[in-house]
């Protein structure tokens, strides 16, 4: 069984940075695709980032892509999203996801683990 651990987030302003962590634990990730996925208020969950087992399999949503960067860290049981050029509609939950499989990397049902989120808020 594999834990997602997730801090950072809070309340910015349009414009500012802001970097989330997930840290696995229960068993190693290393190996593992890990995601970003994010919820806005009366809006479904979708895809925002994801990086392969290997880490050289890095996949963006349009909408983020130029500003967050995801990347890992710690031994590779750390995943992190960096996320700059913050806009108000980034506003929403952020989910970190783990999953076995190598593939599917936007697909949010094909994740095997999830964190329980943390809340970014972004003012105009």
């Known amino acids: 069984q594999v834990q997602l651990v997730q801090s950072g987030g809070g309340l910015v302003q349009a414009g500012d940075s802001v970097r989330l962590s997930c840290v696995a634990s229960g068993r190693t990730v290393s190996t593992y695709a890990m995601g970003w996925f994010r919820q806005a208020p009366g809006k479904e969950r979708e895809f925002v980032a994801a990086i392969g087992g290997s880490s050289s399999n890095i996949y963006y949503a349009d909408s983020v892509k130029g500003r967050f960067t995801i990347s890992r860290a710690g031994a590779m049981n750390t995943v992190r999203l960096q996320m700059n050029s913050l806009k108000p509609e980034d506003t929403a939950v952020y989910y970190c996801?783990?999953?076995?499989?190598?593939?599917?990397?936007?697909?949010?049902?094909?994740?095997?683990?999830w964190g329980k989120g943390t809340l970014v808020t972004v003012s105009s």
């Open positions: 996801a783990a999953k076995l499989r190598d593939t599917d990397y936007a697909r949010g049902v094909s994740y095997n683990y």
